[in-house]
């Protein structure tokens, strides 16, 4: 059926838009996936060109298994984003092998399709919405040109004709993204992605929260309802670490769960946060959260926000919190003995030091304060490029030796000294801070925010925050990392701040970047809702949802199928011609029917017999009609004079 | 489950003729030319329209579940696109324009061909336009805004007589083959259907009767009895230069008088034959008269055509042939 040229141009449309779909995708994969993809185009096009026949049915079919296996044995799995792609890519290259009738260009146009999905579940950022049209764009002229039994359409002709369907289908991705209902997954349980977020950890070690300060990637955005807390309320809480090996802390896990009252005490701040995804279920939240909007969250026993699942998308969500409030929980046996436990034979010289302040201060809060003291009145300094602690005795390196360290070298020689004066400590990482882009009134936290912090627990009050990086470093706090550290230390975006308009640029980006995630990437149910009432519904649910969409979807097909009447029209008539059918159509009106055999004067005679009354009349209108029609150089008067014998005409 | 498919083929087939009856019904025949309204135009999607469709859905329960805002923004883009190519497939199809169908006449048992015209009065161009038979398809037709094209298709005979076109299908697939839209064509037309011509049969013999100039010796070669198809041997003078001269095959002008044999072929010299039989028979003999250049007349039943030599001689003869009745050669009798 098929040319071998026509194979060629069909070939070369296919090897184009699948090179534009699974493009994005290469870097991240092994390099031998690529070398495949390649290699398969490549051989493809080939066997076009000296029309070479496909590969046997048992050596694809073999090649087909050993690419299956490959996938698993790089990835482990085939299940998840990842691997799933991986998958797609192999296949698709499988099936190009055998690509030569019709039906197997349109499936790898539909495989082209959901490479592109992947691209876009992978890497949502605003540079994805061109590329997505593109890409479809693309493969769907693909599409156009293979599924033709003729030959194939002029590429400039072909792209114009797509590009003036994409233009008419926009509208309708509008509507149905605004209208469609959206229904909160996720249905099946999905393997995390692995790795390549950098973000918060739940083990914290000398060394790992500093290297997170060197990413300037946004963690989250919050928009405040009123007024913008205080910098030293800003204090964004993660996981929380219970357990000290001597050097790392972590979160022990498996502790029960159990409701937790959050008392209301102090000013309530209203925030909305929309979360970058981090792959783990913690959902950034000021201290203490009291009400949140995200469904299926909760509050672990630390006060932590938490999801059921990992966060895999941008994710949006309202949280009231009161800063101010004292929790007063009260201290179980257990978890004493649990806070107050550190490594037998690790760190002597930071016991030592404890107990030696201990005895001169029997008081919790002298003691306290004269551990805060310590780190106040001693050389200590706040920096990002702390020397590495390699002995066994981290602690002590840190508090006797190098005294230069970063917040989780403050906080963890903290906790430590107060676990060996013997009052319950804890650290807890989070963020700590953010910047208001004054555009949009929206904080921005980065990953270079990243803070770690200690908790103390006194009876009566519960569970209290003491950061000793704000005894250290008050900057740090009050006003950024960049301003806290020495100046010989590199901190992202220092020298960006140094200059007024890189300054402004950055925060029309960012004001941009956080408009496309909020009303974009993290547009739910209640930003639909509110759509909803913002068009006049009384109480929207998704019936009147539904009913919106319905509306808005049969008003635009409507108006898509008039375009395309339109685009068919047949094309404009002369004006004589005009003016003529007119004459015609009231000769019609008697019954005088033109037959499609019959020229102008062989009608004029016969409705001259059968009207003789108008028998001038219609052979001047003839007369005149012919000469336009006809004559050489027929002037602008005579159309003018057939004007105005028509408009005498009324038989 | 794999019986499923036969099971489903009888009612899928009844179906289909039930539509095809109603659409018939509903829009009468055809007048020539045709303006295709979009009344009559139908659509469905095609097998790739319903795997395009099962891709959405999973693409829809992938961003539900990943609760990815760009998902959705692809699945409704390709939604929307599916949508417009629906309009757009109709309107291939709305406003053509379909005159001149005719069916040329064919021998029993060979495919008679079936012309028609498509003709784009539309300032957009129509791809892909589909004609085809009961059993056959003819290839796919492009059209330009303003442009006309012939598509001729074959139409399969098994006995003489008229041949009526029951319907034609224009279809389209265009743009993606996500749908497939048709219409039915109920053209007003038929076409003769020659009987079959028997096998090789020596002609009868020649008489050399009353043919014209035949008498009249002097007359000769003045006497134009009309043209017929060059044969090596044939005096250049006799070639029919003007009408070469315009294109197509090389003629020769016969006349009367230059020695043309002339036949009578009569159903009563075929004695101990069928109807069927005879009518085969003499069939041969025409197209073998014709071929030869010889003159021929034809005596059946209730017709007889005096000799001449002409196409539209042949045709008329062929045509009596095929349309014979044979109650109607003899007046009275009982159908049987």
């Known amino acids: 059926m098929v040319r071998p040229n026509e194979h060629l141009v069909r070939l070369g449309w296919t090897a184009a838009a699948l090179g534009l779909s699974v493009g994005p995708h290469l870097p991240r994969m092994p390099v031998w996936i690529s070398l495949l993809t390649l290699a398969c185009i490549g051989w493809r096009m080939l066997a076009a060109v000296r029309g070479w026949k496909a590969p046997w049915q048992w050596l694809r079919l073999l090649m087909a298994t050993a690419g299956f296996a490959a996938v698993v044995a790089t990835y482990g799995t085939v299940n998840g984003i990842e691997a799933g792609t991986a998958l797609l890519v192999v296949m698709m290259d499988m099936k190009l092998l055998e690509t030569w009738r019709r039906r197997d260009y349109q499936v790898l146009m539909f495989i082209s399709y959901f490479l592109v999905m992947a691209q876009l579940l992978y890497e949502p950022s605003m540079w994805t919405l061109p590329y997505m049209i593109a890409a479809v764009g693309l493969s769907t002229t693909a599409l156009m040109q293979t599924v033709r039994q003729g030959p194939a359409?002029?590429?400039?002709?072909?792209?114009?004709?797509?590009?003036?369907?994409?233009?008419?289908?926009?509208?309708?991705?509008?509507?149905?993204?605004?209208?469609?209902?959206?229904?909160?997954?996720?249905?099946?349980?999905?393997?995390?992605?692995?790795?390549g977020i950098t973000g918060l950890d739940?083990?914290?070690?000398?060394?790992?929260?500093?290297?997170?300060?060197?990413?300037?990637?946004?963690?989250?955005?919050?928009?405040?309802?009123?007024?913008?807390?205080?910098?030293?309320?800003?204090?964004?809480?993660?996981?929380?670490?219970?357990?000290?090996?001597g050097a790392s802390w972590r979160d022990p896990g498996g502790r029960p769960w159990r409701p937790l009252e959050v008392p209301r005490q102090g000013a309530a701040v209203r925030y909305r946060v929309t979360l970058e995804p981090s792959s783990r279920p913690w959902l950034m939240a000021l201290d203490y959260p009291a009400?949140?909007?995200?469904?299926?969250?909760?509050?672990?026993?630390?006060?932590?926000?938490?999801?059921?699942?990992?966060?895999?998308?941008?994710?949006?969500?309202?949280?009231?919190?009161?800063?101010?409030?004292?929790?007063?929980?009260?201290?179980?046996?257990?978890?004493?003995?649990?806070?107050?436990?550190?490594?037998?034979?690790?760190?002597?010289?930071?016991?030592?030091?404890?107990?030696?302040?201990?005895?001169?201060?029997?008081?919790?809060?002298?003691?306290?304060?004269?551990?805060?003291?310590?780190?106040?009145?001693?050389?200590?300094?706040?920096?990002?490029?702390?020397?590495?602690?390699?002995?066994?005795?981290?602690?002590?390196?840190?508090?006797?030796?190098?005294?230069?360290?970063?917040?989780?070298?403050?906080?963890?020689?903290f906790a430590v000294l107060m676990r060996a004066g013997g009052v319950p400590a804890r650290v807890v990482t989070g963020y700590q801070g953010g910047?208001?882009?004054?555009?949009?009134?929206?904080?921005?936290?980065?990953?270079?925010?990243?803070?770690?912090?200690?908790?103390?627990?006194?009876?009566?009050?519960?569970?209290?925050?003491?950061?000793?990086?704000?005894?250290?470093?008050?900057?740090?706090?009050?006003?950024?990392?960049?301003?806290?550290?020495?100046?010989?230390?590199?901190?992202?975006?220092?020298?960006?701040?140094?200059?007024?308009?890189?300054?402004?640029?950055?925060?029309?980006?960012?004001?941009?970047?956080?408009?496309?995630?909020?009303?974009?990437?993290?547009?739910?149910?209640?930003?639909?809702?509110?759509?909803?009432?913002?068009?006049?519904?009384?109480?929207?649910?998704?019936?009147?949802?539904?009913?919106?969409?319905?509306?808005?979807?049969?008003?635009?097909?409507?108006?898509i199928a008039l375009w395309t009447a339109w685009r068919y029209r047949p094309p404009a008539e002369d004006r004589v011609q005009r003016l003529y059918h007119r004459y015609v159509s009231r000769l019609a009106r008697r019954g005088i029917r033109r037959e499609p055999w019959e020229g102008p004067l062989v009608l004029?005679?016969?409705?001259?017999?059968?009207?003789?009354?108008?028998?001038?009349?219609?052979?001047?209108?003839?007369?005149?009609?012919?000469?336009?029609?006809?004559?050489?150089?027929?002037?602008?008067?005579?159309?003018?004079?057939?004007?105005?014998?028509?408009?005498?005409?009324?038989? | 489950m794999m019986k499923l498919p036969a099971l489903l083929g009888a009612p899928i087939r009844y179906a289909r003729r039930a539509l095809r009856e109603w659409a018939l019904r509903r829009q009468g025949l055809d007048p020539d030319p045709v303006t295709?309204?979009?009344?009559?135009?139908?659509?469905?999607?095609?097998?790739?329209?319903?795997?395009?469709?099962?891709?959405?859905?999973?693409?829809?329960?992938?961003?539900?579940?990943?609760?990815?805002?760009?998902?959705?923004?692809?699945?409704?883009?390709?939604?929307?696109?599916?949508?417009?190519?629906?309009?757009?497939?109709?309107?291939?199809?709305?406003?053509?324009?379909?005159?001149?169908?005719?069916?040329?006449?064919?021998?029993?048992?060979?495919?008679?061909?079936?012309?028609?015209?498509?003709?784009?009065?539309?300032?957009?161009?129509?791809?892909?336009?589909?004609?085809?038979?009961?059993?056959?398809?003819?290839?796919?037709?492009?059209?330009?805004?303003?442009?006309?094209?012939?598509?001729?298709?074959?139409?399969?005979?098994?006995?003489?007589?008229?041949?009526?076109?029951?319907?034609?299908?224009?279809?389209?697939?265009?743009?993606?083959?996500?749908?497939?839209?048709?219409?039915?064509?109920?053209?007003?037309?038929?076409?003769?259907?020659?009987?079959?011509?028997?096998?090789?049969?020596?002609?009868?013999?020649?008489?050399?009767?009353?043919?014209?100039?035949?008498?009249?010796?002097?007359?000769?070669?003045?006497?134009?009895?009309?043209?017929?198809?060059?044969?090596?041997?044939?005096?250049?003078r006799h070639v029919a230069w003007k009408a070469a001269a315009r294109g197509g095959e090389l003629l020769v002008k016969q006349f009367a008088g230059t020695g043309v044999t002339t036949h009578w072929l009569d159903w009563s010299m075929l004695d101990g034959m069928d109807t069927e039989q005879r009518l085969s028979r003499l069939t041969r003999w025409v197209v073998d008269a014709h071929a030869e250049g010889h003159a021929y007349g034809l005596r059946i039943p209730g017709t007889e055509i005096p000799p001449a030599i002409s196409a539209s001689h042949r045709h008329r003869c062929l045509s009596t042939l095929a349309l014979y009745e044979p109650h109607a050669g003899r007046p009275g009798a009982a159908h049987g």
Not at chain 1, 153 to 177: C, D, E, G, H, N
Not at chain 2, 98 to 122: I, K, Q, Y
Not at chain 2, 177 to 193: K, N
């Open chain 1, 153 to 195: 359409i002029p590429a400039a002709k072909a792209a114009r004709m797509v590009a003036t369907m994409l233009s008419l289908a926009l509208p309708l991705m509008l509507v149905l993204f605004l209208l469609f209902p959206r229904v909160p997954g996720p249905f099946w349980a999905m393997p995390t992605r692995g790795g």
């Open chain 1, 291 to 413: 009400e949140w909007t995200q469904p299926r969250a909760y509050l672990s026993a630390d006060y932590q926000l938490l999801s059921r699942r990992p966060v895999e998308q941008l994710t949006a969500y309202e949280v009231v919190s009161y800063p101010e409030a004292l929790n007063g929980v009260a201290l179980r046996d257990g978890d004493r003995i649990r806070d107050l436990r550190l490594p037998p034979g690790r760190n002597p010289r930071a016991r030592e030091l404890a107990e030696t302040l201990r005895s001169q201060y029997p008081e919790d809060g002298d003691y306290i304060q004269a551990v805060l003291d310590r780190f106040t009145l001693e050389p200590y300094t706040y920096t990002l490029r702390p020397p590495a602690l390699r002995g066994s005795h981290p602690v002590d390196e840190f508090l006797f030796d190098t005294r230069r360290g970063f917040c989780e070298h403050f906080a963890s020689a």
């Open chain 2, 36 to 236: 295709l309204h979009r009344r009559r135009i139908y659509i469905i999607p095609s097998g790739l329209g319903i795997g395009f469709g099962l891709v959405l859905f999973a693409m829809l329960l992938a961003s539900m579940n990943y609760n990815s805002s760009m998902g959705f923004g692809l699945t409704f883009l390709l939604a929307g696109l599916g949508m417009v190519a629906m309009h757009w497939c109709h309107q291939s199809l709305a406003g053509l324009v379909v005159r001149s169908v005719r069916l040329r006449p064919a021998f029993a048992g060979e495919d008679a061909r079936l012309e028609l015209c498509l003709e784009n009065v539309s300032k957009s161009p129509r791809y892909e336009l589909l004609v085809a038979g009961d059993d056959h398809q003819a290839p796919p037709v492009d059209l330009e805004p303003g442009e006309s094209g012939i598509v001729s298709l074959p139409v399969a005979t098994r006995e003489r007589g008229v041949l009526r076109l029951s319907r034609i299908n224009l279809a389209t697939g265009f743009p993606f083959g996500l749908f497939r839209c048709w219409t039915w064509l109920h053209p007003d037309t038929f076409g003769v259907v020659y009987p079959h011509p028997g096998g090789p049969a020596d002609p009868p013999p020649p008489r050399n009767t009353d043919t014209g100039g035949a008498q009249d010796e002097r007359r000769g070669e003045e006497d134009f009895a009309g043209l017929r198809t060059f044969r090596p041997g044939d005096s250049p």
């Open chain 1, 604 to 651: 004029a005679d016969r409705a001259e017999r059968e009207l003789p009354a108008f028998a001038g009349a219609i052979r001047s209108i003839t007369r005149s009609y012919v000469r336009l029609r006809y004559e050489e150089g027929a002037s602008e008067a005579e159309l003018i004079r057939l004007q105005r014998l028509l408009r005498g005409f009324r038989p």
């Open chain 1, 435 to 559: 910047e208001l882009n004054p555009l949009n009134n929206r904080m921005t936290v980065r990953q270079s925010d990243a803070h770690a912090w200690t908790e103390v627990w006194l009876p009566g009050p519960g569970w209290i925050r003491l950061d000793p990086t704000a005894a250290v470093a008050p900057d740090r706090i009050e006003r950024n990392l960049a301003e806290a550290l020495p100046d010989s230390d590199l901190v992202p975006g220092r020298f960006m701040r140094s200059l007024p308009l890189l300054v402004t640029l950055q925060q029309r980006w960012d004001a941009l970047d956080s408009a496309w995630n909020e009303w974009v990437l993290a547009y739910g149910p209640d930003r639909q809702i509110a759509l909803l009432r913002a068009m006049g519904v009384g109480s929207p649910d998704w019936r009147s949802l539904a009913a919106a969409l319905g509306a808005s979807v049969v008003l635009l097909l409507a108006g």
């Open chain 1, 202 to 245: 739940d083990v914290m070690t000398p060394g790992s929260v500093n290297a997170l300060s060197l990413s300037d990637a946004v963690a989250f955005r919050a928009a405040f309802d009123g007024d913008v807390p205080p910098p030293a309320q800003r204090y964004w809480r993660g996981p929380v670490l219970h357990s000290f090996d």
